[in-house]
Each structure stands twice: as C-alpha cells, then as structure tokens.
C-alpha cells in the first residue's frame, strides 16, 4: 500500500469519526489488478453520534457499520458495492450499502444486525464505475461494541 492509499483510507475512516489511533487497527485491503479495495466492519457504538446521524446509521449495541473504499491506480473511484452478512448461526442479512464522497474520498457505508463479541462473515462484490469486471472479497471481524 502506498503511503497516499493510506491516507486516502485513514481520510474515510476519520470522516465516519473514528478517531486515528482506532484507524490504523482497521487498515484491511484487497488487491486486484490495478484496483484497491480496502474494508472494515465494526460496532456503529465507535461513531460519534453527529456522524451516525449524519450517515443515516443507527448507533446501538446491536448495529455494526461496513465501510469499503475503492482506489484504482491510487485515486478513488465510484462503485456499486453489494455486500451480505453472516452471523455464527448463519442468519443472512443484505447489507444495504450508500456512496459518500468528500473532499478526499469515495466510500459505501452499511449498517446491519450484530451481537456484542460476536463474529461476524462478511461476503462483498464490488464493481467499480465504467469496468465490466467484478471483485468479491470475504472477511470475518469479531465485533464488540463500546
């Protein structure tokens, strides 16, 4: 990962109000031919609550957040980002997945269902605008909320 992917990444996480310490915990990325998908997933208790409001995102001890950025060649770009989530008792839940963009990034947000310490299965397809290729990646993440 170059040093830009990094702070283009941080720069997401940072604009859902996770503070840069807790950042670096959740640098995750993918790589695939010239693009770079980075991902995390997390209790929605770590948002500040002007930002899950922001976002449209419940705050609770019983929601967690999906966030995937995508770069190619190091810049962000748009996608369409379907996502599902599984729990330890296989119960699947669609992950509906928004765009944000800022100043420094392009990122789809999602909340869904979780218990406390539980670990959580992630499956996610990404299709980046203009390319006629998709890219899945799948992740587990044990997730405690605050």
Do not use: C
């Not at 765009?99 to 909340?111: K, L, Q, R, T």
């Amino acid at each position: 990962m170059t040093r830009r992917d990094l702070g283009l990444f941080v720069a997401a996480i940072l604009a859902l109000g996770i503070l840069a310490p807790q950042a670096a915990a959740y640098e995750r990325a993918q790589h695939y031919d010239d693009y770079s998908i980075y991902y995390n997933a997390m209790a929605s208790t770590r948002l500040s609550p002007d930002v899950a409001s922001q976002y449209e995102l419940q705050r609770s001890r019983i929601r967690g957040v999906l966030m995937i950025t995508v770069l190619h060649d190091g810049e962000p770009v748009s996608a369409r980002v379907d996502a599902r989530a599984l729990n330890p008792r296989d119960q699947l839940q669609t992950v509906r997945m928004r765009e944000h963009a800022d100043g420094e990034g392009i990122y789809s947000v999602g909340g869904f269902r979780m218990e406390d310490g539980e670990r959580m299965r992630f499956e996610v397809r990404v299709r980046p605008e203009g390319h006629d290729r998709e890219y899945t990646l799948e992740f587990s993440e044990r997730l405690f909320s605050d």
